[in-house]
């Protein structure tokens, strides 16, 4: 901690030591000169009664010699004015210094206590603190006072215990996602087996179907397959770009002509769903260091994402465009719109619009979570908004600049 040296608690301590040492001082010279102050007025009324005395015996003097009445007068004045203080002793000296000495510890010692009394109690309040962190409430925050050492321990216990907090949060949260997982793993190959293992015993029966019934329950048999093959490509494919066990093999790659031959793939898809589509860029040719496959996929989650959602609205927009060094894609379809409360999670694997998991889409739940981690990977963003100018994907990458080597 890098604190000004007149904030410490060193410097407190140095500074509480001074005054309580002050304060002895002015204390001691106050009880010492109150103590003189007694003693001279007690001495000074021995004196006085002495010189009563010797005024009377005077008077009775005068009476019958006046010599002898002048001698006694001069010296009754003599002892007034000169009266004689025996000086103290050695032994009263020690026993004066000793008593100092003793009472300045004690009053030092009185007067430091006090000082530093607000210290004892920030320490019981830490003490507090560490006490209940132990016990598991995590919830507990030791207030911060000034900006010292007491205060650097107080803030790294509140530290501590906010991250405790969240690493206990994070376990559940693992923990809650984990069975989520599985049971949508489960779903979601149980749906399609189950659908395959009952076709499969329709068509056993060689008495009960004809020949035009058994071929169709056979195609929708294999289509159930095909789906659930997908379903188990995308949880490895899924697997192995959460714990980055991906070799990415990166080339420089022209956009233009890889979005174009893309989606020239994909025409038979759009056919299917009675979709048009359209590819515009006012580029000629603009280029990215990608690894080719990986970022296929991706676009490819987008672009069927689209033609499964965007069946509604008749019609899907690819657009490829840069701007500031950036190659900016995006795909857009014109169908259901896409709840704002479900924008922040349509990117988390398994997750679906609501009402969107059907046998019409047959989603798997992770082709967005896919392409987001492989844009991620390639050092890009991915994003949506959905309102009724359509429901938008943008992917933004790095533009590849002339000279630059291919890492």
Do not use: C, W
Not at 11 to 37: H, K, N, P, Q, R
Not at 40 to 52: E, F, P, T, Y
Not at 236 to 256: L, N, P, R, W
Request: charged share 25%; net charge negative.
């Amino acid at each position: 901690m890098k604190n000004s040296i007149f904030r410490s608690f060193r410097f407190e301590i140095v500074l509480y030591s001074l005054l309580s040492l002050v304060y002895t001082l002015l204390t001691e010279a106050a009880l010492f000169f109150g103590v003189y102050l007694v003693y001279q007025i007690l001495n000074n009324d021995d004196v006085n009664a002495k010189m009563q005395q010797s005024e009377n015996i005077g008077s009775n003097l005068m009476n019958n010699l006046n010599s002898i009445n002048n001698l006694a007068n001069n010296n009754i004045q003599n002892r007034i004015m000169e009266p004689k203080i025996q000086p103290p002793g050695k032994g009263l000296i020690a026993v004066i210094i000793i008593t100092a000495i003793i009472i300045g510890l004690v009053l030092f010692t009185t007067y430091f206590l006090l000082l530093t009394k607000k210290f004892a109690s920030y320490l019981e309040d830490i003490a507090e603190g560490i006490t209940k962190i132990a016990a598991g409430n995590f919830d507990t925050r030791i207030y911060i006072k000034n900006e010292d050492e007491f205060a650097f321990i107080a803030s790294k216990l509140n530290t501590m215990a906010d991250d405790i907090k969240q690493l206990i949060e994070n376990d559940r949260k693992s923990e809650y996602t984990k069975n989520e997982l599985i049971t949508s793993v489960a779903h979601d190959l149980r749906t399609p087996l189950t659908s395959i293992i009952g076709y499969l015993e329709l068509v056993s029966d060689q008495n009960k179907l004809n020949s035009d019934t058994r071929q169709r329950y056979i195609e929708i048999a294999y289509n159930k397959s095909k789906r659930l093959e997908k379903l188990i490509e995308d949880l490895f494919a899924y697997t192995k770009f959460s714990f980055g066990e991906v070799t990415m093999d990166f080339s420089e790659i022209d956009m233009v002509k890889f979005i174009n031959q893309l989606v020239d793939e994909f025409y038979p898809s759009f056919q299917e769903s009675g979709l048009e589509y359209d590819f515009s860029t006012n580029l000629h040719s603009v280029h990215v260091v990608a690894d080719g496959n990986l970022l296929a996929r991706a676009f490819a989650n987008l672009i069927s994402n689209a033609i499964k959602y965007g069946k509604d609205g008749k019609s899907v927009n690819i657009k490829l465009g840069k701007e500031n060094g950036k190659v900016i894609v995006s795909v857009t379809n014109y169908g259901r719109l896409i709840p704002e409360k479900d924008l922040l999670n349509i990117f988390e694997r398994f997750f679906r619009v609501e009402g969107s998991r059907s046998s019409e889409t047959g989603g798997t739940g992770l082709g967005l979570a896919i392409a987001k981690s492989i844009i991620v990977m390639h050092g890009g963003t991915i994003g949506v908004k959905s309102d009724f100018d359509g429901t938008v994907f943008e992917v933004v990458l790095d533009e590849k600049k002339e000279g630059n080597d291919i890492t």
